[in-house]
């Protein structure tokens, strides 16, 4: 789908990312919007050459390494190969070192966290892959998450959303999803906390420990 996003990050957004303010995570998303809709790259363009005048080694050293992806991994997900910079080269390291694992039925996740910069921060990264039709019960979220969509779509209470669109939720932001019925999603996932469903875990067994 070549159309223009619909869904983007807030302006204050765009100029922490080029300003290295973000979290590692969401700065990850920011970018990753970025590498599929023009007008935000343009704008993040703009943020940076400004961040490259007031502070010249801020955005400097960055080189692009062309990701490297088995034919066996390419046929099996297409959208590999189409993926944007930098979630290509961590997609093909984390490849490298691991496959695609089961989440819940009909969801399965590759873990992108292998970065330093990453696990420092904690930060959750994956691409994660929903069956077309599923239906994803409302939810609360832990911490800020992000969510950038690299092919596919899903619905939810503010509208549709397609390849490019990021949805950002913190805590306390409460949605379903309705994953659209004509092909399987794929979005990049970030989350500055642990999930939700790990904190409840973990809270049930200091309970059951203090019993």
């Known amino acids: 789908m070549s159309a223009t996003p619909i869904?983007?990050?807030?302006?204050?957004?765009?100029?922490?990312?080029?300003a290295g303010e973000l979290c590692p995570g969401l700065?990850?998303?920011?970018?990753?919007?970025?590498?599929?809709?023009?007008?935000?790259?343009?704008?993040?363009?703009?943020?940076?050459?400004?961040?490259d005048a007031l502070v010249p080694s801020l955005n400097a050293g960055s080189?692009?390494?062309?990701?490297?992806?088995?034919?066996?991994?390419?046929?099996?997900?297409?959208?590999l190969g189409d993926l944007?910079?930098?979630?290509?080269?961590?997609a093909a390291e984390a490849l490298a070192?691991?496959?695609?694992?089961?989440?819940?039925?009909?969801?399965?996740?590759?873990?992108l966290d292998s970065g330093a910069h990453l696990r420092?921060?904690?930060?959750?990264?994956?691409?994660?892959?929903?069956?077309?039709?599923?239906q994803i019960p409302e939810h609360d979220h832990a911490g800020t998450e992000a969510l950038v969509i690299l092919a596919g779509g899903f619905t939810d209470h503010r509208?549709?959303?397609?390849?490019?669109?990021i949805s950002i939720l913190t805590r306390g932001d409460i949605h379903g999803l309705q994953i659209?019925?004509?092909?399987?999603?794929?979005?990049?996932?970030?989350?500055?906390?642990?999930?939700?469903?790990?904190?409840?875990?973990?809270k049930e067994a200091q309970k059951s420990g203090a019993s």
């Open 159 to 165: 509208g549709s959303f397609h390849r490019g669109d």
């Open 27 to 51: 700065h990850l998303a920011v970018s990753a919007h970025c590498g599929l809709c023009q007008p935000c790259a343009a704008t993040m363009r703009g943020y940076e050459a400004v961040a």
């Open 180 to 202: 659209h019925h004509d092909e399987a999603c794929y979005w990049l996932f970030t989350n500055d906390e642990p999930l939700l469903s790990e904190l409840l875990a973990e």
């Open 97 to 111: 070192k691991g496959a695609w694992e089961p989440f819940s039925p009909g969801i399965t996740a590759l873990n």
């Open 63 to 79: 080189e692009t390494i062309a990701p490297k992806f088995s034919e066996e991994a390419l046929r099996v997900d297409p959208i």
């Open 120 to 134: 420092q921060d904690k930060a959750q990264v994956a691409i994660v892959c929903v069956e077309a039709g599923i």
């Open 84 to 90: 944007p910079e930098p979630v290509d080269s961590l």
């Open 7 to 18: 869904h983007h990050p807030a302006g204050e957004l765009l100029l922490g990312a080029a």
